[in-house]
């Protein structure tokens, strides 16, 4: 499995994003596919997570801001509004079967 995101960039307060992810090879509908993020020195985080007929799971910080979905078993989206500098991190596209895979990474940078 070969993860590829986009999207990434910096913007302003209050802004939006939006991040895609691409993946190629064995990639199901029914396993998990999204984001998590990474500023330096803290653990990756979950941001939010989608699988089956469009199960989703979020993280508190970005509920009611940020909308994951999934357009096709190995496209996965993720619209970010209203961001905030706390938003700054490293994005990475992942997709959960027997392990874990990660894209490259994507910069998001919001300045205040």
């Known amino acids: 499995v070969e993860l590829v995101e986009s999207g990434g960039g910096l913007v302003q307060t209050g802004g939006s994003l939006r991040l895609s992810c691409v993946g190629d090879?064995?990639?199901?509908?029914?396993?998990?596919m999204g984001w998590y993020r990474q500023i330096p020195g803290k653990e990756r985080e979950l941001v939010a997570i989608?699988?089956?007929?469009?199960?989703t799971e979020y993280a508190e910080s970005v509920k009611g801001r940020f909308n994951i979905s999934r357009d096709n078993p190995k496209t996965v989206y993720l619209q970010m509004n209203s961001l905030k500098p706390e938003d700054t991190a490293v994005y990475f596209c992942?997709?959960?079967?027997?392990?874990?895979?990660w894209g490259q990474g994507t910069q998001v940078t919001v300045s205040s």
């Open positions: 090879g064995a990639i199901f509908r029914s396993f998990k």
């Open positions: 989608i699988w089956g007929r469009a199960t």
């Open positions: 992942t997709y959960i079967d027997y392990k874990q895979w």
